[in-house]
């Protein structure tokens, strides 16, 4: 069974960082393609970035340069680091997993955290 728990949201001033953490288990990890979504109130929840089973990686435009994605060396545990804060990135943040899949599209990943929320005040 497939188990997501993301920590590590919280509330920063603009132009702060963030490190959110995504435990991981029941997948192999060396196969599984690793996502981050969020989603703003009155919002669909969108694409944040994805790292491939090969190691790629890609983010969407309005991160990219300011959020890293990684994991540690057992493939157990999935980063965002997120620098440079917005107001705009105020959200409620989930990692998500898919073993067949591997995409920026959310229908891509059966598997999800609980999210956690990250709140940028300007």
């Known amino acids: 069974q497939v188990q997501l728990v993301e920590s590590g949201g919280g509330s920063v001033q603009a132009g702060g960082s963030l490190r959110l953490s995504c435990v991981g288990s029941?997948?192999?990890?060396?196969?599984?393609?690793m996502g981050w979504f969020r989603e703003a109130p009155g919002k669909e929840r969108e694409w944040v970035a994805t790292m491939y089973p090969s190691g790629i990686t890609t983010y969407r435009d309005s991160v990219r340069g300011r959020f890293a994605i990684s994991e540690d060396n057992a493939g157990n545990t999935l980063y965002l680091q997120m620098n440079s804060l917005k107001p705009e990135d105020t959200a409620k943040y989930y990692c998500?997993?898919?073993?067949?899949?591997?995409?920026?599209?959310?229908?891509?990943?059966?598997?999800w955290g609980q999210g956690t929320q990250v709140t940028v005040s300007s």
């Open positions: 029941g997948y192999p990890s060396s196969r599984t393609c």
């Open positions: 998500a997993a898919s073993i067949h899949y591997c995409s920026s599209r959310r229908t891509d990943f059966p598997y």
